[in-house]
């Protein structure tokens, strides 16, 4: 009997070891997960600041390009003083002023191209930040079931020195 209890004390030494290993080894996973999952906010974190830098840029692009149109405006409307002015150089400034009604339709054509990828940039950014709550409620779920497997790891653990205390009470 008591070759027996001696035995049956180093198998659940024995498992005792086996138990720890194992959940040492599930841990070193779980933290490896968990730190891929934070370097994946961060690399995020990073894409949306980049983003927002290059539509700050976008946007102090498209101030200046309004300020040109203006500018451009301006000039022909100067033209057009300038064409009752002088009859003479009629010819030279209706050139003058297809050319700068070509420069504005270009600019309105890139300030349309700019709007559009500022649109999509707001997009990318939107779809960004649902992968990045997903990402965020994901590891919550990892981290809970972390907790639970802990407790119930220290609960068999208890449950263990309960029957090494009512092994040894026995003895």
Same mark, same amino acid.
């Given at each position: %009997?008591?070759?027996?209890?001696q035995?049956?004390?180093?198998?659940?030494?024995?498992?005792?070891?086996?138990?720890? =290993?194992?959940?040492?080894? =599930?841990?070193?996973?779980?933290?490896?997960?968990?730190?891929e999952?934070?370097? %994946?906010?961060?690399?995020r974190?990073?894409?949306?600041?980049?983003?927002?830098?290059?539509? !700050? &840029?976008?946007? &102090?692009?498209?101030?200046? %390009?309004?300020?040109?149109?203006? &500018?451009?405006?301006? $000039?022909?409307?100067?033209?057009?003083? %300038?064409?009752?002015?002088?009859? !003479?150089?009629?010819?030279?400034?209706?050139?003058?002023?297809?050319?700068?009604?070509?420069?504005? =339709?270009?600019?309105? !054509?890139?300030?349309?191209?700019? +709007?559009?990828?500022?649109? #999509?940039?707001?997009?990318?950014? #939107?779809?960004?930040? +649902? $992968?990045? &709550?997903?990402?965020?409620?994901?590891?919550? #779920?990892?981290?809970?079931?972390?907790?639970?497997?802990? $407790?119930?790891?220290?609960?068999?653990?208890?449950?263990?020195?309960?029957?090494?205390?009512?092994?040894?009470?026995?003895?």
């Amino acid at each position: %009997m008591k070759n027996f209890q001696q035995n049956l004390l180093i198998v659940l030494a024995i498992a005792l070891c086996g138990l720890c =290993a194992w959940q040492w080894y =599930a841990e070193t996973v779980q933290r490896k997960t968990i730190g891929e999952l934070n370097q %994946m906010v961060f690399d995020r974190n990073a894409s949306i600041e980049n983003y927002t830098n290059s539509i !700050t &840029s976008l946007d &102090s692009r498209v101030n200046e %390009m309004d300020g040109h149109i203006a &500018s451009l405006k301006t $000039t022909v409307a100067t033209n057009e003083q %300038m064409v009752v002015s002088q009859r !003479t150089q009629i010819e030279q400034l209706q050139y003058d002023n297809g050319t700068f009604t070509n420069e504005i =339709a270009q600019y309105k !054509t890139a300030v349309e191209t700019l +709007e559009s990828k500022l649109k #999509d940039a707001d997009a990318g950014i #939107d779809q960004q930040n +649902e $992968t990045i &709550s997903n990402l965020l409620s994901q590891r919550n #779920d990892l981290v809970q079931k972390y907790d639970e497997l802990a $407790t119930n790891r220290n609960d068999i653990v208890a449950k263990y020195n309960e029957l090494v205390k009512q092994s040894q009470a026995n003895k």
